[in-house]
């Protein structure tokens, strides 16, 4: 009995640890108060492109600073390379 007891503890400590994971991924992309939309503008080049190309979306600036972080990449002068204005 007290086996499976501790088996039911572990179980909900690990489902509550992963819950925790999960909000914790997640909470760059929540909004929060003074958060404001902005233009996200990505320029990128891909090898075997000639000119560089610009993609402009509306985005929070919580996202857009996530983004800018994570994506980038590459440098401008001598390849393929993204970059992310807010």
Known sequence: MHGRLNANRHDVLAGAL??????????PFLSYPGDYETEMKIRFR?????????LILPESKAVCSEI???LADGD???????????
């Open 46 to 54: 891909e090898a075997g492109m000639r000119a560089a190309r610009t």
């Open 76 to 86: 401008s002068e001598t390849g393929p390379y993204t970059r992310v204005a807010c």
């Open 68 to 70: 800018q972080f994570t």
């Open 18 to 27: 992963l819950v925790l994971a999960l909000l914790l991924l997640l909470l």
